[in-house]
């Protein structure tokens, strides 16, 4: 059933800025809303005593910051996947990166509202098969949309895991550098 | 029959046997130690299994037995094969493979019984520390006598990885463990306070530079283009990449210390460096990732090469986060925490181990005369255990470690804390669960492996020993 709607994806028209303007822009809304949401109302919770809150003004600061970088992302991502096409699918266009990229990260954005309960365990445990699902659907989607055969999606999918790892590892390392220069919790630093 | 015509590889094949169970080894002691930071009562109260003992059991018996015992394996038998000769001298190739078998496992046994230095990842006693390094030593010989009476003139980026693996781990090696000696086993190390400080991370990242990526490069340099059926991409690239690793990494050691009471400057130089490393890094990457484009089918037909493509995906990632926890404004979080655990099993089991893995499936049915593995299967089954391992140890440690580092530094309005050490560990434990699950899976799929290779040499052992002769060098390439 998900290869017959990524193949329908792939057989349908649409530019890049239809697919992101249209569909993709509002699903990247649902983290940053719901994490500003959870951050404002309930708090980070560690799973034990009260929760860190955070300020309206910090809220807003780092939920805008975090819809930033999802764009960034988005966008980086599908560049990236134009660039690596000359390699592994050579008859590629940037529309068809947007696309994987689209079908990718739509779990991901879906499963954004767990950010209105922002406890760190419960986001590993809720999130953790939404990845898998995610890595299920990049493995799936690169042969059929980049219009590539499936030993080339294979590498492709797995260079491309390896990108998307390493930027999520850069949002973590990102939002430690503005945790300790005062967007976020109160730290003693 | 003129033995000189012909690879000599029965120290490989005995190393390979000692890499396996050292393997099992150092990974159930490592599951063993997560089991008992969920469940304390297991150290049932014996010195010699307490968390204090049984974590650096782990680690040199994973870095130095397993990891050791694979480098000097795949040294033994690449440098053999890219130099068109002989092993320079097989009986003492015998004498170190033999010899570091009994260093090693006489460390870590003195270990148990609680005498350490205290130096992480250089706790081994003096006497051990000295037998070490003259096996060490005796490994130059070969390696490095083995290139010296080459008949091919070029000398393969693989043997420079391993050449400066061998000589850098020499140097990192002594000059860390001098000490002044006042019993048989225990010593004054010669430098003091800070200075000390400085060397043993100099020692200690170096170790994981050198040791854990020099190394392992070389074994990877030798392998996937033998893997992928193909030259290495860019040769030139390896080569910058080589001269640039080298001059970059020696600085990054006092990364380690950022914070601490060592100059400012210093901290500042490895922060500086570590971020630079990212450079020769990727660069190998990349290097590696063209290489492989082009073998597409390998993945189906060839076991190992799945485990050599995800080492390169974790060697991406390990050598990407590595600078990013050096910055000081990350480090102050990471630091502490089990964000920098979870980051050294993401490059020892996803980098380390995977490579290593793939280069045993590939060379375990050559070196006994085998048409192929035992069961393909059960590659396939170690290939998603141990990923899934790896996985779940990351992701646990991550979350458990970002956790840590907000709880240590959060402070309420009035400047104090607003979580006690308690609280931290508490929160701690359902990560840890995770951890030892993924560890779990991890130790499994090693099992499996050793399963299949021990199957693999058990089918075809009558024949041994597998005699393949040196080919003649290519016209033009003589010495």
Redesign the interface.
């Known amino acids: 059933m998900i290869k017959a709607s990524i193949e329908r994806l792939a057989q349908s028209s649409y530019s890049p800025a239809k697919l992101f303007f249209g569909f993709s822009i509002w699903l990247i809304l649902i983290p940053p809303i719901s994490a500003f949401f959870g951050m404002y109302y309930y708090g ?1 919770s ?5 929760p ?1 809150r955070l300020s309206l003004t910090q809220s807003l600061i780092i939920s805008i910051f975090y819809f930033l970088m999802l764009v960034v992302g988005f966008f980086a991502t599908a560049l990236t996947i134009k660039w690596m096409s000359s ?2 699918a050579p008859k590629a266009t940037l529309k068809d990166a947007f696309a994987v990229v689209t079908v990718i990260t739509t779990p991901i954005m879906l499963a954004g509202v767990v950010h209105l309960y922002p406890s ?2 419960f ?2 445990i809720a999130l ?1 098969p939404i990845f898998a699902l995610s890595g299920y659907l990049l493995f799936a989607s690169i042969p059929i949309l980049l219009k590539t ?1 499936y ?2 999606g ?2 492709m999918g ?2 491309l ?2 990108f998307i ?2 930027a999520g ?2 949002l ?2 990102i939002s ?2 503005a ?3 005062g967007i976020g ?5 | 029959m003129n033995k000189d015509l012909y690879y000599t590889d029965s120290a490989t094949i005995f190393l390979i046997f000692c890499t396996m169970i050292w393997a099992i080894v150092g990974m159930s002691a490592g599951a063993y130690l997560a089991s008992e930071l969920v469940m304390p009562w297991l150290n049932f109260d014996i010195a010699e299994i307490s968390f204090g003992r049984l974590r650096p059991f782990h680690t040199n018996a994973v870095i130095f037995g397993f990891g050791g015992s694979a480098l000097i394996a795949t040294a033994f038998y690449s440098v053999q094969r890219t130099c068109h000769v002989r092993l320079f001298s097989p009986k003492l190739a015998w004498i170190v493979a033999i010899g570091w078998q009994i260093g090693v496992a006489v460390g870590v046994a003195s270990l148990l019984m609680g005498y350490t230095s205290t130096k992480e990842y250089a706790e081994f006693e003096w006497p051990i520390d000295i037998a070490v390094a003259i096996v060490w030593v005796s490994f130059g010989v070969v390696f490095f006598g083995t290139l010296a009476t080459r008949k091919i003139r070029p000398i393969y980026v693989s043997n420079w990885f391993y050449g400066a693996l061998i000589i850098v781990v020499a140097m990192l090696h002594i000059v860390n463990n001098l000490a002044i000696p006042y019993s048989w086993t225990q010593a004054y190390p010669v430098y003091e306070g800070a200075q000390d400080a400085i060397v043993q991370w100099w020692y200690g990242h170096n170790a994981v530079g050198f040791f854990l990526t020099a190394g392992f490069l070389g074994m990877f340099y030798y392998t996937l283009p033998k893997q992928a059926d193909k030259p290495v991409w860019s040769y030139r690239l390896s080569v910058i990449a080589f001269w640039a690793f080298i001059y970059t990494y020696i600085w990054v050691g006092p990364h380690h210390l950022h914070y601490t009471s060592i100059p400012d400057w210093l901290m500042t130089v490895a922060m500086v460096m570590s971020i630079i490393l990212i450079l020769p890094s990727w660069a190998t990457m990349l290097n590696a990732v063209m290489t492989m484009s082009g073998a597409w089918e390998k993945l189906r037909t060839d076991p190992g090469m799945k485990f050599l493509v995800v080492s390169m995906i974790f060697y991406a990632l390990a050598t990407f986060e590595g600078p990013m926890l050096a910055i000081k404004s990350v480090n102050v979080i990471s630091h502490y925490t089990d964000w920098t655990v979870g980051h050294v099993h993401s490059g020892a089991l996803g980098w380390n181990a995977f490579v290593t893995f793939g280069t045993l499936y590939f060379l375990v049915p050559k070196l006994v005369g085998a048409s192929e593995l035992y069961s393909k299967r059960l590659v396939n089954i170690h290939f998603w255990l141990a990923l899934m391992g790896v996985l779940t140890y990351i992701i646990a440690l991550w979350a458990s470690g970002v956790a840590q580092g907000v709880m240590n530094l959060s402070i309420n309005d009035y400047g104090q804390l607003n979580y006690s050490f308690i609280d931290i560990v508490v929160v701690t434990i359902p990560y840890h669960w995770m951890r030892l699950i993924g560890g779990l899976m991890f130790l499994f799929g090693a099992l499996l492996m050793t399963y299949n290779l021990y199957r693999t040499y058990a089918a075809s052992k009558h024949n041994l020993p597998v005699l393949v002769k040196i080919p003649k060098v290519h016209p033009g390439n003589e010495i």
């Not at chain 1, 560690?46 to 009260?50: Q, T, Y």
């Not at chain 1, 919790?185 to 630093?189: D, H, R, T």
């Open positions: 980070w560690m799973g034990i005593a009260d860190i390699v592994y760190i365990l986001h590993v953790s055969d030993d080339r294979i590498f797995c260079s895991f390896g790892s390493t590892i850069s973590l390392g430690a550098i945790w300790v220069h919790p109160n730290l003693g630093v």
